[in-house]
Nanobody
Framework: QVHLVESGGGVVRPGNSTRLRCKTS?????MAWFRQAPGVDREYVAG????????VYADFAEGRFAISRDDAERLFVLNMDVLKPNDTARYYC????????????????WGQGTQVTVSP
């Protein structure tokens, strides 16, 4: 079975940074981060290919967020810089086999999420 566990996040001031981590039981799979704020659909944040050679970012994440992976440690990381109040959401890591895709329905396995709250 695939197990994904997020950590990090918390409360951060606007303009500051935070780092989210996902510990996965399965290396070498396509990974992505999604987020969901109350009352809205879950949305794609960033993804990374199984070999780490391709990354994809949502428009709001470009230039601010950076995704990476360390398969030896089975870690999947999202660095988040210049945080804004509208980045406030619960962030989830997700896994699938095959190439990068961007829809929630394309991912098979999910962590339980971790909250990021950006507030002055």
């Amino acid at each position: 079975q695939v197990h994904l566990v997020e950590s990090g996040g918390g409360v951060v001031r606007p303009g500051n940074s935070t780092r989210l981590r996902c510990k996965t039981s399965v290396p070498y799979s396509t990974m992505a981060w999604f987020r969901q704020a109350p009352g809205v659909d879950r949305e794609y944040v960033a993804g990374i290919s199984a070999n780490g050679l391709r990354t994809v970012y949502a428009d709001f994440a470009e230039g601010r967020f950076a995704i990476s992976r360390d398969d030896a440690e089975r870690l999947f990381v999202l660095n988040m810089d210049v945080l804004k109040p509208n980045d406030t959401a619960r962030y989830y890591c997700a896994q699938r086999n095959g190439e990068l895709r961007y829809g929630e329905e394309d991912y098979n396995d999910w962590g339980q999420g971790t909250q990021v709250t950006v507030s002055p």
